[in-house]
């Protein structure tokens, strides 16, 4: 048995939009559906108007008019009427029914009924159609159809997004009591909207995403290009969420002014090392690079390593730059103890 909705309603109906009309067809009767809105939120009422024309020379007997609901709305008892007259349909799972109908050459009879939205599928369109048919079950007239948008509710279908692009003085990835907002920083998310930050860094996307029951992924990434001049970021970019339905999730992004070093390298600044069996930095650069560490000790910094590729492979040298990343990585937090951002470039040799 189809799932009912024991409120009644009562009151004047809202005015009726035309949401489909009939094609052509060689059935006796044309049948027309309209829908009082053409969004509805959960829980809201629907009114649908069902008409039946016979435009054939013959009379009909015998005739059984349907409306077959979509999931997501259910009939309201006591709400259906057949020529103003208030007349219950028989009620098959989602299709109600109205039998034994008569009609003559070039009359017409017309059904409505309220239904109510149960469903949670925010945005969701809601397509009910209606036709009618003899006791065989053979088809005497077109389908129509009547579409109504389930609308979004920003409360609890929404997850809206806020946060902050902040001058991260000490570069530690957080925003610390009296670091700053870097107004006028653009932000993007994949559905390709645009945000700026205003006078304080500060933005707001309102209803970014419509997660799921178990949740979803949202990203935004952080144009670079709208930074203040000489800043970097100090945070992840692009940024992944995991979100929920109804709940507001915060996403901050750092970024400050660093000291820039640029150290250049090539193959001749490893070798084989036979004892272990591994690519190595030569003694050199082992000791160059401790001495930057310790001169640039307690101050943030950004080191860029640019790597020029001669006759090695492009992977030989990204395995060479790892060598040197991870060993700056290594003897930074010891004698630092401040974030260091590491930038790497590769440049063919006569390119």
């Known amino acids: 048995m189809v799932q009912t909705d024991p409120i009644d309603n009562h009151g004047p109906l809202s005015a009726s939009f035309l949401v489909a009309s009939p094609a052509l067809s060689l059935n006796p009767l044309t049948a027309f559906k309209t829908a009082s809105v053409t969004s509805v939120f959960y829980g809201g009422t629907v009114v649908f108007t069902l008409e039946f024309q016979n435009d054939s020379a013959a009379n009909l007997s015998d005739v059984i008019l349907q409306d ?33 109908f008569s009609l003559p050459a ?11 939205v149960v469903s949670d599928t925010a945005g969701a369109e809601l397509i009910n159609r209606t036709f009618a048919t003899d006791t065989t079950g053979a088809r005497l007239s077109n389908v129509a159809t009547a579409t109504v948008r389930q609308r979004v509710e920003h409360v609890f279908d ?23 907002g870097l107004p006028g920083v653009r932000i993007a998310t994949v559905r390709g909207e645009l945000i700026t930050t205003d006078q304080y860094g500060r933005y707001h996307v309102p209803c970014q995403i419509l997660p799921t029951a178990i949740g979803s992924n949202v990203i935004l990434k952080l144009d670079t290009r709208t930074l203040p001049s000489g ?20 996403v901050n992004f750092g970024a400050a002014i660093s000291n820039v070093v640029r150290l250049d390298l090539d193959a001749t600044a490893f070798e084989w090392n036979t004892s272990t069996g591994r690519q190595a930095m030569i003694a050199p650069l082992y000791q160059a690079l401790d001495r930057l560490v310790d001169d640039l000790a307690g101050n943030p910094a950004v080191i860029r390593l640019r790597y020029h590729v001669g006759d090695e492979f492009r992977r030989e040298a990204k395995r060479n730059l790892d060598i040197v990343e991870r060993h700056l990585r290594k003897i930074w937090p010891d004698r630092s103890g401040t974030q260091l951002l590491i930038e790497r470039e590769l440049n063919r040799i006569g390119k």
């Not at 070039?106 to 109510?116: P, Y």
């Open 106 to 116: 070039g009359n017409s009879v017309t059904v409505t009924l309220a239904t109510r």
């Open 158 to 180: 929404c997850t809206d997004l806020i946060g902050k692009v902040y001058d991260d003085l000490n570069q530690n990835g957080y925003q610390d009591e009296g670091e700053p």
């Open 68 to 100: 077959r609901l979509p999931t997501g709305l259910i009939y309201t008892p006591g709400t259906a009427m057949v020529d103003g007259i208030p007349r219950e349909p028989r009620v098959d799972r989602a299709t109600l029914n109205w039998d034994g």
């Open 231 to 250: 800043y970097r970021l100090t945070t992840e970019n692009p940024r992944v969420l995991r979100v929920t339905a109804g709940k507001m999730a915060r």
